[in-house]
Structures are given as C-alpha cells and as structure tokens.
C-alpha cells in the first residue's frame, strides 16, 4: 500500500497562474479531504469529500476547487494563483471510524 | 464543531514521562478524541484515537475523565526523536465524515 501519495511534491506558480496539486489513496477510505498549513500554524480545511461524486466546503475554501470522480483520487485545482495561496497542501483519507492518514505535502509558492 | 484548547509549547528531558493536556468543554457526545504528530516538513501522522476511559497502545496512552470535558496524552519515556507538535482533535471517528481543523497545537522539545 502506498497510502496517500500527492503530486507534485515542490511547485512555483506567478499570480494568475492555475494548477492542480493532485492527491491519490489506494486505501479505499471513503473520506478524504485537503488542508493547508501556513508557517507556525495548525492544519485548516480547505474542501472534503464523503464520496465519489460528494464534495463541500471546509473553512477556508475560496481560490479552490475540488471534484471526486472516483474512490482514489481527489484533485485541488487553483483557479488563479495568489500570493496569499503561498502554503504547503496536505491531503488526508480516512474511513470515517479511525484517525486520518495524511500525504507528504506539497509545498507550493506563488510568486 | 468542538473547540479544542492545548498549551502552545512543553519542554522535557529526555526519559521522562510527558503529558499534554487538552480542554475541550463542548465535546458532543457522538464526537471522539484524536491525537495526532507533526514533525517538520511531514504530514500530521495518527498516534492515538479514545472514547473515554483510558486507550493505549504501542507509542502513547490517552485518558479521558467521565466527563470527557479534557483529555490527556501521556508519552512515556520521550527521547530526542519526540519533538514534534501534538495535535488533539474532537470529532474524528465514530462513523460519518466531521468536519476536524486542527488547531496550534502544543510544541514539545525534548532536551537532551
């Protein structure tokens, strides 16, 4: 098992500029979500989802997208870069009845 | 969702037994109590997760009094490799996604 594996790993955006920090579990968890941490700061829920098909809004989902086409996968798409989207994304799955297994992080900087 | 209240930072020598503590006075009584650690540059990794009572497992023990206003995360024995930020969360488990930020969480160095 792979866990949660999220691509890329590193990413530098210019303002304006759109991507997608794609995010995988091969664990078959139902729910899966997407954070970001700014430095010194706790973890803050960016979209989650309780299903293929099924998505919502966390705390602080403005810039953001999210879509769950399928069990495994659970994309975070920036629509248009700013500066203030600075921050490492970490996505996270779980069953629902047992703690979170997070991904590496992908640690993105727009400039 | 259930506000969570940890101390910002702990300090402990190395071989010593460490205890966080965490408020969380509004807990529902659907919610559980899950801890979780963070070194530098990973992603928060899942320690220990309880109901009430006390849960132990390999690397931690949790205590939870009656009325699971608070909770307590005991690391016995902390070596160099424990420095990292504890997280407690209310509301993870139980069946059913719930929506969990996490908060500052409590810094512990561990001195040589």
């Known amino acids: 098992n792979a866990g949660v594996t999220q691509t890329p790993k590193f990413q530098v955006l210019k303002t304006g500029q759109s991507m997608t920090l794609q995010c995988a579990q091969d664990m078959n968890h139902e729910y899966m979500s997407w954070y970001r941490q700014d430095p010194g700061m706790g973890l803050r829920l960016i979209h989650y989802s309780v299903g293929a098909g099924i998505t919502d809004q966390g705390e602080v989902p403005n810039g953001y997208n999210v879509s769950r086409s399928t069990t495994e996968d659970f994309p975070l798409r920036l629509l248009s870069a700013a500066p203030s989207q600075t921050s490492v994304y970490f996505c996270?799955?779980?069953?629902?009845?047992?703690?979170?297994?997070f991904g590496s992080g992908t640690r993105l900087t727009v400039v | 969702l259930a506000k969570t209240t940890q101390p910002i930072s702990m300090d402990s020598y190395e071989g010593q037994e460490v205890n966080i503590t965490c408020s969380h006075n509004?807990?529902?009584?659907?919610?559980?109590i899950t801890w979780y650690q963070q070194f530098p540059s990973q992603g928060p990794r899942f320690i220990i997760q309880g109901y009430k009572t006390k849960v132990t497992n390999e690397v931690a023990s949790l205590f939870i009094p009656a009325d699971r206003k608070s909770s307590t995360l005991s690391l016995p024995r902390v070596s160099l490799s424990d420095t990292a930020v504890y997280y407690c969360l209310v509301g993870v488990g139980s069946g059913g996604y719930q929506k969990v930020t996490f908060g500052t969480g409590t810094k512990l160095q561990v001195i040589p």
């Open positions: 509004n807990i529902a009584t659907n919610d559980y």
């Open positions: 996270a799955s779980s069953t629902g009845s047992s703690g979170y297994t």
